[in-house]
């Protein structure tokens, strides 16, 4: 899969039908990654969606590569923070299902919970680019309309995408299929953390 991004009029085309509803609670094994002497532990807690959602993989990068305007840099994260790339295979419970963004959290027991600050399509191949959620909406240096981006499939049909809700202005993943799907999700979290929980 490689990134998509379209026009504010391509995604207005997109209707979302379908909403998350339900209750379901749900657990598994923890997931580490190392690096040096740390090891971080991410346990997946109880789900509030009907959602299924598993841990793939946890890694914690020196720098990650952010895309800004028309600049690509590798950036460190902020003082006395890491940065914290979680790979989620995340299956809907139908067609065009939504997720807020904002739904997706960590939890540390000593600095409360993290939202994504940006996710991405999963490549065995190519180094992941992130876009800051902030910088993926309103007009870019060229005047020109951004609405989010999205991912799709070898054969150019539309997988995933994320935009902004025009009335609560949150930010919010659509999946088109009900099927697993992995995307890449950067946090950036406390530099002391070690065990975090994550709640969908």
């Known amino acids: ?7 504010q009029s ?26 040096g002497s740390t090891r971080i532990q991410v346990t997946k807690n109880q789900s509030t969606s009907d959602w299924k959602i598993n841990i793939v993989e946890v890694a914690e990068p020196e720098t990650v590569m952010v ?6 840099a590798d950036e460190k994260p902020k003082q006395n923070e890491k940065w914290l790339l979680l790979t989620l295979e995340l299956t809907p419970p139908a067609a065009n299902s939504t997720l807020p963004i904002k739904q997706i959290k960590l939890v540390d027991e000593s600095a409360g919970a993290r939202t994504p600050l940006s996710l991405t399509a999963k490549s065995e191949t190519e180094r992941p680019r992130f876009t800051y959620f902030e910088e993926s909406f309103g007009p870019d240096l060229l005047g020109q309309s ?15 995408m994320y935009t902004q809700d025009k009335k609560t202005m949150d930010v919010v993943l659509t999946v088109m299929k009900t099927e697993p799907h992995r995307i890449l999700f950067l946090f950036s979290i406390p530099a002391s953390a070690k065990r975090l929980s994550l709640l969908v």
């Open 1 to 7: 899969m490689r990134s998509l991004r379209r026009t």
């Open 67 to 72: 895309q800004s305007g028309l600049s690509t």
């Open 146 to 160: 951004r609405a989010g981006q999205g991912s799709v499939d070898k054969d150019g049909k539309l997988v995933w």
């Open 10 to 35: 391509f995604f207005a085309a997109i209707s979302f039908a379908v909403a998350l509803t339900g209750c379901r609670s749900s657990s598994s094994p923890e997931t580490s990654s190392s690096t």
